[in-house]
């Protein structure tokens, strides 16, 4: 009687696992290996270039002089947040004419990375529609009354 050359499904010997390997052209291949076996040369090269790629790289020491502006900046934030929830109790969530030394949230159309910063009027300008205002950066930039809102302090938006 003549055998037959077909798999019936499965492992072709007991006790092997499938594993995918891509060939060259990217297609995978199913390989049979015995559990825990290791990687081929080429693959453990390849794994290890790709754990290199995806690792964060947390050595990056940032200047002393650049280390202290951001934390003046963070330190200016966190104050201007603060005086926002004082502000925010003295006068309500209604929209306010701003006066010098108001926190105000920014929307400056044509300034780049101040859309929603927090800014404290320095002062209202003679002609009435623009404010001179301090930016948690520490600029100063004038910017038109219209790009400025009342700012809402996050901590106690719950009202």
């Known amino acids: 009687m003549?055998?037959?050359n077909q798999r019936s499904g499965g492992?072709?010997?007991?006790?092997?696992?499938?594993?995918?390997r891509p060939d060259a052209l990217g297609r995978n291949i199913t390989h049979w290996v015995k559990p825990g076996d290791v990687e081929?040369?080429?693959?453990?090269?390849?794994?290890q270039a790709k754990e290199q790629r995806n690792r964060i790289q947390h050595t990056t020491a940032r200047d002393p002089k650049v280390e202290?502006?951001?934390?003046?900046?963070?330190?200016?934030?966190?104050?201007?947040?603060?005086e926002a929830r004082k502000q925010?109790?003295?006068?309500?969530?209604?929209?306010q004419v701003p006066k010098?030394?108001?926190?105000?949230r920014v929307y400056a159309k044509g300034k780049v990375n101040v859309g929603g910063m927090l800014a404290k009027i320095k002062e209202?300008?003679?002609?009435?529609?623009t404010a001179i205002c301090e930016l948690t950066s520490g600029k100063t930039y004038p910017m038109p009354l219209d790009q400025l809102q009342f700012a809402k302090?996050?901590?106690?938006s719950s009202d």
Not at 11 to 20: F, I
Not at 153 to 156: G, P, T, V
């Open 124 to 129: 209202i300008a003679e002609d009435g529609k």
């Open 100 to 104: 010098p030394g108001m926190i105000m």
């Open 68 to 82: 202290k502006q951001i934390q003046e900046m963070t330190d200016r934030h966190k104050q201007f947040e603060e």
């Open 40 to 47: 081929t040369p080429r693959e453990r090269k390849v794994l």
């Open 11 to 20: 492992a072709p010997h007991p006790g092997l696992v499938a594993q995918k």
């Open 88 to 95: 925010r109790r003295t006068y309500g969530s209604g929209p």
């Open 153 to 156: 302090s996050y901590l106690d």
């Open 2 to 4: 003549m055998q037959s």
